[in-house]
């Protein structure tokens, strides 16, 4: 099979010829993690397409690599972003754009940014083209702030404005939302129309424990703008796969997700979901794309920790509906690249 065909065959609740693998739920320069040489195009099966940016952003992103272990905004692709937002959380006093917003005029007067038009789905369509030449399955993430509609809400307004919002001032908060959903429908109709595989739709709703709001207030605010965010990709290519990510534990909305019609959720991080009891809960037909390690692992195992790392997920989880990933980031510099090869040749070999 090619790395396509597996992770559409996972997705959809089957077993492929081996359990595929990724490097994340968003782009990740393999390339750039390997030494010189050591990289092969044959060691994952799905790439991520990336919008094209405008100048200032390319300046953010290089500007957003890491100088030093812990200098860091968020991913590069994510900082990039940053500017058409007026997001600024390196500036004091401009973190949170809207954070003094006191109507709903002030909502509505915020610029938003320019959804993908035909330019984009032409790069789009030449990147997914790219991707299936080399017999990859393609994944696209709209570009936003953190997250499609949470975390773009609360980066905007501020965590305790927002959350507030949601209790006390839903009128401003059903606004907010409605405008970052518009916005997100539009960039998943666009990743759909160039053709990709796999639509990565992500908030990080979720901390150690519990989710950061009540599954009552996510059903009220966010299911029906999800729902409508796939539903619009999925006007364009009915079979699209999309999955949902989110950090920590959300346990709770697992069966909503699977009602809009999410195939995959990412990453189960081990500390925070029981990936095996999620599976004895709804079989192959939520498809688990993450799960190996712990947020320390990939920095501070050694790579037989990582080999066995893979075996135990796979004996555990099993090869139908299953994507092997790390669970934490590996696109940092303090994760050697033995780790992370020891994980993608133990994913090819024991899958």
Known sequence: MTGRERILAALDGQEPDRVPLALAFYRVDGAALAPKGAWRDDLVDVGFVDFPVSAEESELRRLAMPTEGDTRLGSPSQVARYASWSYHPETAGQGNPLELATSLADLERFPFPVAGGPRMVEDLTRQVDDLHRLGLAAGGNTPHLGGELFEAAWRLRGLESFLIDLVERKEMAHLLLDRLAELARDNAATLAGAGVDVLALDDDIGMPGRMMISPATWREFFRPRLAGIIEAARAVKADLRVIYHSDGHFEPI??????????????????????????????????????????????????????????????????????????????????????????????????
């Open 254 to 351: 697992l069966d909503d997700l699977v009602e809009i019609g999410i195939a995959a959720i990412n990453p189960l991080q081990p500390e925070h979901m029981d990936a095996a009891r999620i599976r004895r809960r709804f079989g192959p037909r939520l498809a688990l794309w993450g799960t190996v390690g712990r947020q320390t692992t990939f920095a501070f195992a050694d790579p037989d920790q990582i080999r066995q790392e893979v075996r135990t997920r796979i004996a555990a989880l099993g090869r139908a509906g299953l994507v092997l990933c790390p669970a934490y980031d590996i696109d940092e510099p303090d994760i050697p690249w033995a780790n992370v090869a020891a994980f993608l040749d133990e994913g090819a070999a024991a899958g």
